[in-house]
C-alpha cells in the first residue's frame, strides 16, 4: 500500500472523528430552542415557546431547557396551560437510536400545570380532536423507562366548572426505579388546599406500567400533621389518568381539620372530633364510587352504603350522592358549638341557611342516626332525605322521635332577598305523650293523660336554622279521640256548685280534643281549645308567650252539656307557666260568639279542613 493511500485512508478513518469532534464542541454552543417549539406547536395545535434548549451529545445525551411554556387553550382562564422553570436531563443514546427513551435522570424546577375546562366544556389536557373513549385502556408501550424524576417548587391547579382553584404544591417529588422490572417508588413533599402533605408510594415496575394488559399496582400513604392519615392498596387500568382504580381505601384522623382545609372549608375553630373510615373506591370515567363504608365518627360506629361522585359534563356541576347511618350522631360537637360557661358539654350548635343558585356540587343525601343531637334536641330513630339543587333544597324526608313523640316532615329552602334562606314546611306529630311532651318543654302538671297528634305548617326566613325556628311562623291544629281529663277540671271550669261540698276525684274519658295554634316569633294564640269529656265540653281561648314562657287563657264550659248545678262560669288561667293565677273571668260576649261560630286561629287552607274534621270542631258537633 502506498503512502498516498495510506493518508487517504487516513482521512476517512478520522472522518467520524472529527465529526464527533465538532459534534462535541458545537452542538452544546447551538441554540435549538426555536426548532423544538416550532415542531411541538405543530404537533399540538397550540403555540409552544422555549427559552433556550440546548443538548450536550454522547452515549448519555444531556438535554437542558429553560423557560419553557404551553398555551392554554382559546378562552381559558389564564394564558399558559404548563410552563417549566429549566429542567435538566440525562437520556441513553443507544435506545434513543432504536425509537426507545431511557431517562436515566431529570430534574425540574418551577413546573406549573393549570388544568380546567372552557365555557364550552372543552378541557385543555385534550389536543385536537377529542377521540372516542376508547374500549380498552391506550397504548402505553412507548412511555419512557424512567430511573430517576425529580420535581421541585411545582404546582398542579385545577380549576372547577364554579372557577373554585384546587391547588396542589410539590414542594420536592421523586420518583426512583433501580430497574425497569423492578417496583418505582414515589414521594412528594407538598400540600393540598395549603395542607401540608407527605406522600409515600410503592408502584408497580416501568414495565408494568408499558404495558397496558396489567392492571398497575399501587400502594399509597399520604399523611397530614402526623394525624392524618390516607391509604390506598389497589390497582388501576389507565393510571396516568387515574381511570381504572380500584382497591381499598383507609381514612383516619385525630381531628377533621386537615380534612376541611383541603376541601376548602377548613376554619380557626376546629373541633377534636376523631373520625375513622374504610372501605373499597373504584373510578370508572367520569364515576367515583366509595362502598361498603365502615368508620368511627366521635367514637360512634357508622356505616356508609355509598358514596358517589359524577363528574359533570357540558358545563353541568359535578354531582354527589351520600348515604350514611350513624349509632350515634352529635352535631353540636361535630360544629364545635361553644359550651355554656362552666359547663362540660358542647354548646348548642346552629347551621347556617344557604343555598346557592348554582351549587357545585349537585348533592342528594340520605342520613340516619340512632341518636341524633342538635342544639337541645336529643332524637332518636331520626332520617334525614334531602336534595340541593340549583337554587333549591329539598326536603323530601326528615324523620325523628323525640320528647315521647314520633315527627315527620317535609320542605323546601329557597334563596331569601335579603340572604339566608326562606323555609316552608309541613310537619306532623303522631304518638304524643301529653305527659311526656309537657315535661319535655318544662311545663307544670296537667290533669289531662293520653296521646296527641298535630299537623303542623312552617314559613320561616333567616340565615341560620335556629334563627329560623325562633322566628318561624307556626300554624298547629293538634287533636285527640281518645283519652282522659280529671273530672275535678270539668267542675272547676264549668264552676259546679258542687265543687264547693267535695272534691271530685278521679278521670273522666275525654272523646275529642281539639287546639287550632298560631305563632309568630314565639308569640301566639290558641283558638278554639276544646275537650268534649264525658262530664261537660270545655272551651277556650289562649294567647302566649313562649319567649316569656307566659300564657292567659280563658276557658269555660258549654252549658248544655254540663250537669243541672254547673254555674257555666268562665275560668282565666294568666300568668307564668310556672305559677298561673287562676281567678273567675268575664266571658265577654265577642268571645263567647266567636266559639259559638267556630271561628278558628289564622291556618293554611289544609289545615282549616283538618281541624274542620274533628268532631270537636264546633258546638253543634259537640251536642250530637
Known sequence: MGRRTKVILGILAGIPVLALAAAVLVVPMVELGPMAAGHATAALGRPVTIGSLRVSPGLSLGVEVREARLANIDGGSRPAMAEVGSLNATLDLLPLLRGEVVLRRAAIDGFTLYLERAADWRANWHFGERPAAPATPPDRSGLPMVHDLRLARSEIVFRTSSG???????????????????????????????????????????????????????????????????????????????DGAEGRIRVSAATPEAILGMAGAGGTDVPPVPVALAGQVMRNGDLWRLTAVEGTLDGAPFTA???????????????????????????????????????????????????????????RADLAAQELIYARLHARDARLKAEMAPGRITVETLALAAFGARFDASGELLPAR??????????????????????????????????????????????????????????????????????????????????????????????????????????????????????????????????????DLVIGSQRETTHFFALDIPVRVSGSFSNPDILPAQWSRSARARMESGATAPLPPDLRDTARRNPCYSDRSSRR
Not at 414515589?186 to 415496575?205: F, H, K, N, Q, R
Not at 353541568?316 to 349509632?327: I, K, L, S, Y
Not at 360544629?335 to 343555598?355: F, K, M, N, T, Y
Open 305 to 363: 352504603p355509598v358514596i358517589e361522585l359524577t363528574e359533570g359534563s357540558r358545563g353541568r356541576p359535578d354531582a354527589v350522592v351520600v348515604a350514611f347511618e350513624f349509632t350515634r350522631l352529635d352535631v353540636n360537637r361535630i360544629l364545635g358549638a361553644r359550651p355554656p360557661s362552666g359547663s362540660q358539654e358542647s354548646g348548642d350548635a346552629d347551621l347556617p341557611l344557604i343555598v346557592p343558585e348554582m351549587p357545585d356540587p349537585l348533592l
Open 164 to 242: 373554585k382553584e384546587l391547588r396542589a404544591r410539590l414542594d420536592s417529588t421523586a420518583v426512583t426505579a433501580t430497574a425497569p422490572d423492578q417496583p418505582a417508588r414515589m414521594t412528594v413533599s407538598g400540600s393540598y388546599g395549603g395542607v401540608p402533605v407527605a406522600l409515600e408510594a410503592v408502584l408497580g415496575s416501568i414495565a408494568t406500567l408499558r404495558d397496558a394488559s396489567i392492571p398497575f399496582p399501587i400502594e399509597m400513604r399520604a399523611t397530614s400533621r402526623a394525624e392524618t392519615v390516607v391509604e390506598f392498596l389497589g390497582t388501576a387500568t389507565d393510571p396516568l389518568n387515574v
Open 418 to 551: 335579603g340572604g339566608g334562606a326562606a323555609v316552608t314546611a309541613a310537619a306532623r306529630m303522631t304518638q304524643g305523650d301529653i305527659d311526656t311532651l309537657r315535661r319535655a318543654f318544662r311545663l307544670p302538671a296537667l290533669p289531662l293523660a293520653g296521646r296527641l297528634e298535630a299537623h303542623a305548617a312552617v314559613a320561616a326566613e333567616a340565615a341560620t336554622l335556629n334563627a329560623a325556628t325562633a322566628g318561624a311562623r307556626i300554624s298547629v291544629v293538634a287533636a285527640m279521640t281518645s283519652g282522659s281529663i280529671a273530672r275535678e277540671v270539668i267542675e272547676m271550669a264549668s264552676t259546679d256548685v258542687r265543687a264547693l261540698f267535695r272534691t271530685s276525684r278521679g278521670m273522666t274519658r275525654v272523646s275529642c280534643l281539639l287546639a287550632a295554634v298560631d305563632v309568630r316569633a314565639g308569640r301566639g294564640e290558641a283558638s278554639p281549645v276544646r275537650i268534649r269529656a264525658g262530664t261537660g265540653t270545655i272551651s277556650g281561648l289562649a294567647s302566649f308567650d313562649l319567649n316569656r314562657e307566659w300564657l
